[in-house]
């Protein structure tokens, strides 16, 4: 005679969460914070809202930022050194960046934004990735 025993069926996780790990440098000071944002959209970057965003004292001339649980896909990220706090970058009156600011892949423009198909990178899944972004003054 066999015997068979039933198991109970576990739900199957459609996808591994993955990391992002962003790698400040070129702060000019301490004051203020360091702003990421991650964004999935073109439409949105770098200037918009994004899907995720996190905030973190300036810890000297380099400074990090993590995004976890990040499911597998194209992203593009943006980083401000908000020097005064108030939540958004700053602009002279013609429009030019007057706090620091970066990109992943680390294309930035002095007359122009940065653009999103220079900035993309993939995640896979259960992936650790860590980006170097470069602040640009």
């Not at 199957?12 to 702003?35: A, C, I, P, W, Y």
């Not at 770098?46 to 004292?57: A, F, H, K, M, T």
């Not at 810890?59 to 990220?77: D, K, L």
Request: net charge neutral; charged share 20%.
């Amino acid at each position: 005679m066999i015997l068979a025993i039933a198991f109970p069926v576990l739900p199957s996780l459609s996808q591994s969460t993955s990391t992002v790990l962003l790698e400040v440098s070129s702060f000019k000071n301490t004051r203020g914070t360091l702003n990421c944002r991650l964004f999935i959209k073109p439409s949105d970057f770098p200037d918009g809202e994004g899907i995720l965003s996190v905030r973190v004292p300036i810890a000297g001339p380099n400074t990090s930022c993590t995004f976890s649980n990040i499911e597998p896909g194209t992203y593009a990220v943006a980083v401000v050194h908000d020097e005064n706090s108030d939540g958004k970058l700053d602009k002279n009156f013609v429009g030019v960046p007057s706090e620091g600011y970066g990109v992943s892949n680390n294309k930035t423009y002095a007359l122009s934004a940065p653009k999103w198909d220079e900035s993309i990178f993939t995640i896979a899944p259960s992936e650790s990735k860590t980006l170097q972004v470069k602040l640009r003054y």
